[in-house]
């Protein structure tokens, strides 16, 4: 078992900052998802642990940055710029099967959760 902990979420105002962080018990591929209410789970950014390969949705290019700590096996999202429509539940989660490929954005192909930080962006 993989286990995970996000923090970092909280209240912010509009173009405000967080840092979330994921504590993780493997360094493995990680990947950020997020899920405002009534909409489904979205992919918002990845890393593999060497940080060689980085991936972002549209929607938080050059606002959101993915990075992570192999020393404290810890990965970040650091989100700046922040807008009301970032306000949800955001999580990390790690695919434990080496490489990911072509299929990051997917949230079936990854295999632990954590158990996810509130982030609630205020205009």
């Known amino acids: 078992q993989v286990q995970l902990a996000e923090s970092g979420g909280g209240l912010v105002q509009a173009g405000g900052s967080l840092r979330l962080s994921c504590v993780a018990s493997?360094?493995?591929?990680m990947g950020w998802f997020r899920q405002a209410p009534g909409k489904e789970r979205e992919f918002v950014a990845a890393?593999?642990?060497?940080?060689?390969?980085?991936y972002y949705v549209d929607s938080v290019k050059g606002r959101f940055t993915i990075s992570r700590d192999s020393a404290k096996n810890t990965g970040y999202l650091q989100i700046n710029s922040l807008k009301p429509e970032d306000t949800a539940v955001y999580y990390c989660?790690?695919?434990?099967?080496?490489?990911?490929?072509?299929?990051?954005?997917?949230?079936?192909?990854?295999?632990?959760w954590g158990q996810g930080t509130q982030v609630t962006v205020s205009s």
């Open positions: 989660a790690v695919f434990i099967g080496g490489s990911i490929g072509r299929y990051y954005y997917e949230s079936s192909k990854y295999d632990y």
């Open positions: 493997r360094r493995t591929f």
């Open positions: 890393i593999s642990w060497s940080g060689g390969s980085t």
